[in-house]
């Protein structure tokens, strides 16, 4: 295969959560394989850090303050971005989280978490994934061409213990990403690809109160049940990832639309015996 399928000069690629752990990393290997990166944050002091990281590769960035559970914010970035670059060819849907009021616990029971923690959770991951591909993959839709990667996770499949929201809006953004593979490629074109990555455990700052014990900083029993189902025996390290998204992003997967690409370790493969 040609070197330069991995050249990203000339395209413009999107990234919502862009800051976090996991986006963070994916702009880097983006910017450093030449796309212009867009970090939509709702940081705009966070998004100026990654903008100076990013141009001193050399890469043309813009970061915008965007909320991506508001239509209007998306609008408002996509027409800056309509300005700057003229179209939108990637879109990675990294914005997403569990909340620690949202979790379930011996001291917090399913029937005392908030209808307000509910939703916003349900609304961070599954409605912050759909808003963006609609105000972007209309672009799509118009250019007739454009690749989306949504972020699911490895509680799709099963769901974890104490994270049924979280959970459940991850299996509706893997639910959401088939749809929307086949709507794209009938619809529009099958130039438009739709995937997701399921990432498994990697330690950010979403996770890290339910792996580490803030007071000894050992690992939780949690923690410790998670490796002992990974066979490859640790977390995550956000450039895990990089080969996934770059391989997604690119020609390279040319035919590869509606699957959910599994970076885990072998967490998803261990039946644990
Ligand atoms: N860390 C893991 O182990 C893991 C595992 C599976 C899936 N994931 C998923 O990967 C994605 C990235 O997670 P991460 O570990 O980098 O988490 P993170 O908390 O480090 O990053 C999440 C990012 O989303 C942004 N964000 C939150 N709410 C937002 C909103 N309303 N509008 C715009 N941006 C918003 C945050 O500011 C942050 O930059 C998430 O969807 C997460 O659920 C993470």
């Given at each position: 295969?040609?070197e330069?399928?991995?050249?990203?000069?000339?395209k413009?690629?999107?990234?919502?959560?862009?800051?976090?752990?996991?986006?963070?990393?994916?702009?880097?290997?983006?910017?450093?394989?030449?796309?212009?990166?867009?970090?939509?944050?709702?940081?705009?002091?966070?998004?100026?850090?990654?903008?100076?990281?990013?141009?001193?590769?050399?890469?043309?960035?813009?970061?915008?303050?965007?909320?991506?559970?508001?239509?209007?914010?998306?609008?408002?970035?996509?027409?800056?971005?309509?300005?700057?670059?003229?179209r939108?060819?990637?879109?990675?849907?990294?914005?997403?989280?569990?909340?620690?009021?949202?979790?379930?616990?011996?001291?917090?029971?399913?029937?005392?978490?908030?209808?307000?923690?509910?939703?916003?959770?349900?609304?961070?991951?599954?409605?912050?994934?759909?808003?963006?591909?609609?105000?972007?993959?209309?672009?799509?839709?118009?250019?007739?061409?454009?690749?989306?990667?949504?972020?699911?996770?490895?509680?799709?499949?099963?769901?974890m213990?104490r994270?049924?929201?979280?959970?459940?809006?991850?299996?509706?953004?893997?639910?959401?990403?088939?749809?929307?593979?086949?709507?794209?490629?009938?619809?529009?074109?099958?130039?438009?690809?739709?995937?997701?990555?399921?990432?498994g455990?990697?330690?950010?700052?979403?996770?890290?109160?339910?792996?580490?014990?803030?007071?000894?900083g050992?690992?939780?029993?949690?923690?410790?049940?998670?490796?002992?189902?990974?066979?490859?025996?640790?977390?995550?390290?956000?450039?895990?990832?990089?080969?996934?998204?770059?391989?997604?992003?690119?020609?390279?997967?040319?035919?590869?639309?509606?699957?959910?690409?599994?970076?885990?370790?072998?967490?998803?493969?261990?039946?644990?015996?």
């Amino acid at each position: 295969m040609k070197e330069e399928i991995f050249d990203f000069s000339g395209k413009t690629i999107v990234l919502t959560g862009g800051t976090g752990g996991l986006g963070r990393a994916m702009a880097h290997a983006l910017a450093h394989c030449k796309a212009h990166v867009v970090i939509l944050s709702r940081s705009e002091a966070r998004a100026r850090e990654i903008v100076k990281e990013l141009s001193e590769l050399g890469a043309d960035i813009l970061a915008l303050a965007c909320d991506v559970t508001r239509v209007r914010d998306l609008k408002s970035a996509r027409s800056k971005i309509e300005k700057k670059f003229g179209r939108v060819d990637g879109l990675v849907n990294a914005a997403g989280g569990n909340s620690p009021g949202a979790t379930t616990s011996p001291e917090k029971p399913l029937w005392n978490i908030s209808a307000h923690e509910v939703k916003s959770v349900y609304d961070l991951n599954f409605v912050g994934t759909v808003f963006p591909c609609q105000v972007f993959g209309e672009m799509m839709a118009q250019q007739r061409e454009g690749v989306i990667v949504n972020v699911s996770s490895m509680s799709a499949f099963r769901p974890m213990t104490r994270v049924a929201f979280y959970s459940a809006a991850k299996a509706a953004v893997t639910n959401f990403t088939q749809w929307l593979a086949v709507y794209m490629a009938r619809e529009f074109s099958p130039h438009i690809r739709v995937n997701a990555l399921a990432p498994g455990f990697f330690l950010t700052e979403q996770n890290r109160f339910l792996l580490i014990d803030k007071n000894s900083g050992e690992l939780t029993v949690r923690g410790r049940n998670i490796l002992a189902h990974t066979p490859m025996a640790r977390f995550g390290e956000p450039d895990d990832l990089v080969g996934a998204i770059l391989w997604l992003m690119s020609p390279a997967s040319r035919f590869v639309t509606g699957a959910v690409i599994p970076v885990d370790g072998g967490f998803s493969a261990y039946a644990g015996v």
